[in-house]
Each structure stands twice: as structure tokens, then as C-alpha cells.
């Protein structure tokens, strides 16, 4: 069954220093997309990155990079220079098969990691 | 373009009653899906409407439905609300197509069911 786990309930991590926060995943797909999303106190849930299964190097947007293991189905979120702004809920999510028109877009989220950015 | 806007807020219901949240998709996007997530918690899957009709369900009785309209607004409801329900709604909505396609989420509905 698939499933996402986030063994790190909380992380600190200074000002402008980098952060990894752990994602390990659980597939029989051969074909799955893993995404990182933030959510801050308001709620909202804001997409970061994306990793395709086949994807053969790791996906970078600006300061997010993500260190995709495939073998050892791990795909850890990667934030360089941290802000203040950075802190917030990440959550680690899976979506398993490949997109058609018509297909059903869910997403299955690990339970999250609370990042606080220290100044 | 808009974002995903959904209201209310936040919302106070007592045990037994019936609940609509409502939501707007972002201009564009073909599909529209329903999270809830407890606190402390990831969210998960409810169900999502393509074309104004359900394409998929998780693991939520039938107590839980919903609508989508062709104007991108939609609709969910809950019926006989518990305890348990207590939670944030999240709405989210995607334009299917590709391999990315991510979703994108409104602030969420808080509900509290006394």
C-alpha cells in the first residue's frame, strides 16, 4: 500500500544555514510523482517542488532541491539559506500512476515536519 | 489569475447536523478535489470531481458528497456531522495534464462540530 512517512515531527535550523527534512515512501508503482508542499499557519497548502519517478537528476526550484534515492525510496526536501519566512509545516506527499485526462489527481501526504527558523 | 478561494472561514456545528463548504477553483483547472486534515495531521483524500462529476473517492462514508459547477465553484457537503469531523477542509484544484499537474490548495475551511 503506499504510504509516506516523516520520522522528524520538528526541526530548527538557523538563519541562512541549510535544512533537510527526511521523506521515505512506500510504492509497488513503477511510475509515481513525489511532491514537497508548505503549509504556513494560514493554512494554505503551497506546492515547493516536484520529483518524477523517472526523473534522472533531482529537481531544484530556487532554494529547494530535492534528493531523490530511488533505491532506497527516499526523497528528502533540501532548503539552502534559510529565511524566517521558511517557517511553516512540510509536508511530503506521493501520487502514484501517470496523469491522462480524466484521471484521478490524489495525493497521499506524510504527516508532516515543523520547520522554525531561528534568527 | 485567481487562486482557490474557499469560504467560510471557519465554522462552528453541532453533532447531527449538516454542513456546505464552497469553493472556487482557480480559472482554468478541469479538476477539483476535497482534503480533510485533522490536527496533527497530513491531509487526506476525500474525493475529486471532474466535469461536475466524481472520478475518485477515499476512504470517507457517503455522508460526505459534493458538487462541482461549471462556473469552477463547488460544493461539499457533510451530513449527519460528528465528533470527528472536526477538522480543516481543504479544497484543492489541478489542470490535469502531464506529469506534474500539482494541486493547488485554498486556505481551508476550519469546522468544529460540538
Known amino acids: 500500500a503506499q504510504k509516506i512517512t516523516q520520522t522528524q515531527p520538528g526541526m530548527f535550523v538557523q538563519e541562512k544555514e541549510a535544512v533537510t527534512l527526511d521523506c521515505t515512501y512506500d510504492t509497488s508503482d513503477q511510475s509515481y510523482g513525489l511532491f514537497w508542499y508548505k503549509q504556513p499557519s494560514s493554512g494554505e497548502m503551497i506546492f515547493l517542488i516536484y520529483q518524477g519517478s523517472y526523473d534522472e537528476q533531482n529537481a531544484t526550484e530556487g532554494r529547494y532541491s530535492l534528493n531523490f534515492q530511488k533505491a532506497r525510496k527516499s526523497a528528502n526536501l533540501v532548503i539552502s539559506a534559510s529565511q524566517l519566512g521558511d517557517s511553516a509545516m512540510y509536508f511530503c506527499a506521493m501520487r502514484e500512476g501517470t496523469l491522462v485526462d480524466g484521471a484521478t489527481n490524489k495525493l497521499i501526504f506524510g504527516t508532516g515536519t515543523l520547520l522554525a527558523v531561528q534568527p | 489569475e485567481t487562486g482557490v478561494t474557499q469560504s467560510p472561514t471557519h465554522l462552528i456545528k453541532t453533532r447531527g447536523q449538516q454542513v456546505t463548504l464552497r469553493c472556487f477553483s482557480q480559472?482554468?483547472?478541469?479538476?477539483v478535489s476535497w482534503y480533510q486534515q485533522a490536527l496533527g495531521q497530513g491531509p487526506q483524500f476525500i474525493f475529486q470531481y471532474y466535469r461536475e462529476e466524481e472520478n475518485g473517492r477515499g476512504n470517507f462514508p457517503p455522508r460526505f458528497s459534493g458538487l462541482q459547477f461549471p462556473n469552477y465553484s463547488s460544493e461539499l457537503n457533510v451530513n449527519a456531522l460528528e465528533l470527528d469531523d472536526s477538522a480543516l477542509y481543504l479544497c484543492a484544484s489541478s489542470f490535469v495534464q502531464g506529469l506534474v499537474s500539482p494541486l493547488h490548495f485554498g486556505n481551508g475551511t476550519r469546522l468544529t462540530v460540538t
Open positions: 480559472s482554468g483547472h478541469n479538476t
